[in-house]
């Protein structure tokens, strides 16, 4: 079956680095539109980044140019970059076999918190 399992997640200053990684299984990684997506106490989830197989790449207003998404097929992991976090970037943050909040399957997420 489907399993997507992320990590990488933990406590970072403001203005500080994070990358997180998401493992997948029981699907053609390769051949997938995969994305990442957040959720934040007391809020909607919401869509952060997306990529295609061919590594077309999109992003939320709230983090252009400062999250990269990539994605290695060989290793069937999906990767998000984040830089320069805020602390309103606190949240879970899940990877999911899709290009949007439809996706078919997320991930039990890792937890992102941005705190001096």
């Known amino acids: 079956q489907v399993q997507l399992v992320e990590s990488g997640g933990g406590l970072a200053q403001p203005g500080g680095s994070l990358r997180l990684s998401c493992v997948a299984s029981g699907f053609q990684f390769s051949s997938s539109r995969m994305s990442w997506a957040r959720q934040a106490p007391g809020k909607v989830l919401e869509w952060v980044s997306g990529i295609t197989p061919d590594g077309d790449t999109y992003y939320a207003d709230f983090v252009k140019g400062r999250f990269t998404i990539s994605r290695d097929n060989a290793e069937n992991t999906l990767y998000l970059e984040m830089n320069n976090l805020k602390p309103d970037d606190t949240a879970v943050y899940s990877c999911?076999?899709?290009?949007?909040?439809?996706?078919?399957?997320w991930g039990q997420g890792t937890q992102v918190t941005v705190s001096s």
């Open positions: 999911g076999d899709g290009l949007s909040l439809a996706a078919g399957h």
